[in-house]
């Protein structure tokens, strides 16, 4: 059963769940205060009364005492006075009491002048109207003072205040509900349009962005996060747009040679070297995997995902990878190069990185590796041209080429660098290309394994 609230609840509207919570929390702050205010009212009233029938019942104790009590007892803002003698019978009283019967027994007299305390004492079989605030006061030579007020002016005024605050407090809820409502949904107005400006953004509108509020608030810095997002979103739209692009122009090479090369060949067979053709078409069909491979590496590394985490040795590796090329190689002595990833995919920076080198050095590629604080340092220097300062950055974006001529030439679709720079930033690491006086070297720093 209680399901069904909590859900008829969840499903209602943030302006309306958030003008009913503060509705009911203003509803039961102001019904504590009503009653917090009744009740100290009435406590302040009867503590009045209770210290005006004290006063004049010391007064009427003082006279008795001097022989000076006048025959009616005088009575001062209608306080209702009895005198009464050892024996318990009335001496003297005011005109608007009984002259008979006492207002308290005998018993209830001996308990009120012990405790000194006023209580409540019902006037209508004294015929007195309303309930009376009574108290008792022991004078000389055995006489007792009692002393009343009426309570039912006080009692009166409660119940109209109560009367007020149960008619009122309606009225006052569901104008603070109103003003909830208002302010609620002044509040959330950007919100509405936030998310209408959401529902806008589509695959014709990539560039539009959400309106901004004004105030700085939490909305505000919604609205610029999601702004910053869609941002983002953009620029990854737009390089995944160019990379479809690239891949197509890269591909649209190699497809037309072996194409022109297969047609030559079937329209000439007689005079084909079906050997020389096969060649050709083994050559662009190894450019096509190439290609292929490294965009599938990049899809991977895009994604974040590594093969695996396991210990690497950086010098093993360039130890090996020199051998394998005939390269100089530079191993700082001490310390350990060991980084945590996917051997795989560090022997591919390593190599890229070399065939990048070996392709622009004049006669010598030199391979270093080191551990420097919680890094290590992976460097292949050439002694080639070098690149210049301004494209050492550019260089690293996909299909990018410097010389497209040669690069093409040489098999290179311009992903070699993209693929390290993304492979290192996948395993937590940097790469950069420095000035090497002459030539040109790539560093890539590697967190060590713990």
């Not at 069904?4 to 504590?32: D, M």
């Not at 006669?363 to 220097?381: D, K, M, N, P, Q």
């Amino acid at each position: 059963m209680l399901a069904r609230p909590v859900t008829w609840w969840r499903r209602q509207s943030l302006r309306f769940r958030v003008t009913a919570a503060a509705t009911a929390v203003l509803a039961l702050a102001l019904a504590v205060s009503a009653y917090v205010f009744v009740a100290v009212l009435g406590e302040a009233l009867v503590r009045s009364i209770d210290d005006q029938v004290y006063q004049r019942g010391r007064e009427i104790v003082a006279l008795s005492d001097a022989n000076r009590l006048s025959d009616p007892v005088v009575s001062v803002d209608n306080t209702i006075v009895q005198v009464l003698d050892r024996d318990g019978r009335i001496v003297d009283a005011t005109p608007n009491t009984d002259r008979l019967v006492p207002l308290l027994s005998a018993q209830a007299r001996e308990a009120a002048v012990r405790t000194g305390a006023a209580r409540f004492l019902d006037g209508r079989p004294y015929a007195l109207p309303g309930p009376l605030r009574v108290r008792a006061l022991s004078a000389d030579r055995g006489v007792t003072v009692i002393v009343a007020r009426s309570f039912g002016e006080v009692e009166s005024s409660l119940v109209t205040i109560g009367h007020v605050l149960i008619a009122g407090m309606p009225l006052l809820l569901a104008l603070l509900a109103a003003v909830s409502w208002l302010v609620v949904g002044r509040t959330l107005r950007p919100i509405a349009l936030l998310r209408r400006g959401a529902a806008e953004v589509g695959a014709t509108a990539r560039s539009r962005r959400l309106p901004v509020p004004e105030a700085r608030d939490e909305v505000h810095a919604l609205a610029t996060t999601l702004n910053d997002m869609l941002g983002r979103l953009e620029e990854a739209d737009a390089r995944q747009r160019a990379l479809v692009s690239d891949a197509a122009h890269e591909l649209r090479s190699p497809l037309a040679s072996i194409r022109l090369q297969l047609e030559v060949a079937l329209s000439h067979p007689e005079g084909q070297d079906w050997k020389e053709t096969a060649e050709g078409v083994l050559e662009d069909t190894l450019r096509l995997s190439r290609l292929a491979e490294d965009l599938l590496a990049l899809a991977r590394l895009d994604e974040g995902r590594l093969g695996r985490r396991e210990p690497v040795d950086l010098a093993e590796m360039a130890r090996r990878t020199a051998e394998r090329y005939g390269l100089d190689l530079d191993l700082a002595p001490g310390g350990s190069c060991v980084v945590l990833g996917d051997a795989l995919d560090l022997r591919r920076v390593l190599a890229n990185l070399v065939d990048n080198a070996l392709r622009h050095a004049t006669s010598a590629v030199r391979i270093g590796v080191r551990a420097g604080g919680t890094a290590a340092e992976l460097t292949v220097t050439d002694d080639g041209p070098g690149i210049p300062p301004e494209d050492r950055e550019r260089v690293f974006d996909r299909f990018t080429r410097l010389d497209d001529a040669r690069s093409r030439d040489d098999g290179g679709a311009g992903l070699g660098l993209a693929i390290v720079r993304t492979t290192v930033e996948a395993h937590g690491g940097t790469v950069h290309l420095e000035d090497a006086s002459p030539g040109l070297r790539a560093v890539v720093r590697l967190p060590l394994a713990r």
